[in-house]
């Protein structure tokens, strides 16, 4: 079992920026990969970004540019360092660990108040 507990969510204003952690736990070798997915209300989940073992990322393309996100192995954690945040940035952020089967946190809500 692995477990996810996010951070960092909260209300922001347009343009600004935020930084989510993801902190692993439990059987947390042989974890692949890990990232995060959003879902905003009245939509389904999407995915964001997703980063291998060996540090290569992936973005979605309404974040490249804007987002950027890490991974820390020695304290387990990624995270999401979100900047020039719009409106549409606004939803409940999901950290996934992908090992063997796919992982979910809990969510943190991040608002992008225009």
């Known amino acids: 079992q692995v477990q996810l507990v996010e951070s960092g969510g909260g209300l922001v204003q347009v343009g600004g920026s935020l930084r989510l952690s993801c902190a692993a736990s439990?059987?947390?070798?042989?974890?692949?990969?890990m990232g995060w997915s959003r879902q905003a209300p009245g939509k389904q989940r999407e995915f964001v970004a997703s980063i291998t073992t060996a540090g290569s990322p992936i973005y979605a393309d309404s974040v490249k540019g804007r987002f950027t996100i890490s991974r820390d192995s020695a304290k387990n954690t990624v995270y999401l360092q979100m900047s020039s945040l719009k409106p549409e940035d606004t939803a409940v952020y999901y950290c996934?660990?992908?090992?063997?089967?796919?992982?979910w946190g809990q969510g943190t809500q991040v608002t992008v108040s225009s």
């Open positions: 996934y660990a992908d090992r063997l089967r796919t992982y």
């Open positions: 439990g059987s947390i070798r042989s974890i692949n990969f």
